[in-house]
């Protein structure tokens, strides 16, 4: 399978713990994005990476959030002491962008957050 | 800022029946794209049908075809021969040339056998 990957596909925790996921893009896409996803809303942006490059973050991004690219491949978003208002999905997509943009991107299977 | 509006939070069909949802944005750039996802309950969201707001044709994929409308800022989607398969959440999005996209808050499509 050559999809984008995302790991765990479920995760349980309590308040005030901290969780990493991961996501592995389509081979050599270059564009990586994150997205949260609230029960029957449409998915928001949270930030996206350029190779390993950072490019922009949304305001929903808060100081707990944060999200790497290292070498350019997979990606990590960290949540540091998590608040049940961020029980949601959590969407990673990845496309291959040229000089003229507008590729399609492609989504993971998502992480399903729960914070009790 | 950029906004996409879907102002039918449900709709149901007939099998067999064809369907239209609307979809609707706001945006001061003339490049950009279109694109309609569809996310079946807890399944992974997939791209249905792309447009580029440059072509002034739309576009068609089998089934699922788009009228896109750019002076008046529409872009809905056609279903036809809706099939049981076809139940799912559908978003319409809005994406500039190198930015994110941008979401509505979709539709719930039934299939009625």
């Known amino acids: 399978d050559t999809g984008v990957s995302q790991d765990p596909r479920h995760k349980i925790t309590k308040r005030g713990q901290n969780v990493t996921f991961r996501c592995d893009p389509i081979?050599?896409?270059?564009?990586l994005y994150w997205y949260r996803q609230t029960l029957g809303q449409g998915p928001e942006f949270l930030t996206y990476?350029?190779?390993?490059?950072?490019?922009?973050k949304s305001r929903l991004l808060s100081d707990r959030f944060s999200a790497e690219r290292p070498k350019g491949s997979f990606s990590t978003l960290e949540i540091q002491r998590t608040e049940q208002g961020d029980s949601a999905m959590y969407l990673c997509?990845?496309?291959?962008?040229?000089?003229?943009?507008?590729?399609?991107?492609?989504f993971g299977p998502g992480t399903r957050l729960l914070v009790l | 800022a950029q906004t996409v509006t879907q102002s039918q939070p449900e709709m149901s069909v007939q099998e067999a029946e064809t369907v239209t949802l609307s979809c609707t944005y706001d945006?001061?750039?003339?490049?950009?794209?279109l694109f309609w996802y569809k996310q079946p309950p807890s399944r992974q969201m997939i791209l249905v049908i792309r447009?580029?707001?440059?072509?002034?044709q739309n576009a068609t994929e089998n089934r699922f075809s788009v009228n896109f409308q750019k002076a008046a800022k529409s872009f809905s989607l056609k279903i036809s021969d809706s099939q049981l398969g076809d139940a799912a959440m559908y978003f319409c999005?809005?994406?500039?040339?190198?930015?994110?996209?941008?979401f509505g808050k979709g539709t719930r499509l039934h299939i009625l056998p």
């Open positions: 997509a990845s496309s291959n962008e040229g000089l003229a943009g507008g590729e399609t991107q492609y």
């Open positions: 081979s050599e896409h270059n564009r």
């Open positions: 990476f350029q190779n390993e490059a950072q490019l922009e």
């Open positions: 945006t001061s750039e003339s490049d950009y794209y």
């Open positions: 447009q580029e707001a440059y072509k002034q």
């Open positions: 999005a809005y994406r500039s040339a190198v930015d994110k996209i941008i």
